[in-house]
Nanobody, 123 residues
Framework: QVRLVESGGGSVQAGGSLRLSCAAS?????MAWFRQAPGKEREGVAA????????RYADSVKGRFTISRVVRNNTVYLQMNNLNAEDTAMYYC???????????????????WGQGTQVTVSS
């Protein structure tokens, strides 16, 4: 079973930037970032097919967040710019080998999950 380790979270003021990293213990075709704020459902933020340049973003982060990957070390990044208070959440890395059975930004499409890294944006 894949092991995912996130890093890079922290506290930042509105308008600032953070870069999250997710190191996977093995190569997987599909990786994504999700977030969950207190009292809210887990939300798909960005996804990438590690074998291609295909990416998908939630409307709320388009133009501000960028997902990328370095295949040789099984690492996926989430560059987050122009952060605002609504971006405050626990951010989770997710992974799935093989073809996804559901939507690329649906949590149920992924079986591997990291422990999460907290992002707090103060206004």
């Amino acid at each position: 079973q894949v092991r995912l380790v996130e890093s890079g979270g922290g506290s930042v003021q509105a308008g600032g930037s953070l870069r999250l990293s997710c190191a996977a213990s093995m190569y997987l075709y599909n990786m994504a970032w999700f977030r969950q704020a207190p009292g809210k459902e887990r939300e798909g933020v960005a996804a990438i097919y590690t074998s291609s340049d295909f990416t998908r973003y939630a409307d709320s982060v388009k133009g501000r967040f960028t997902i990328s990957r370095v295949v040789r070390n099984n690492t996926v990044y989430l560059q987050m710019n122009n952060l605002n208070a609504e971006d405050t959440a626990m951010y989770y890395c997710a992974a799935q080998g093989g073809e996804l059975q559901g939507h690329v930004l649906s949590a149920t499409s992924y079986s591997g999950w990291g422990q999460g890294t907290q992002v707090t944006v103060s206004s």
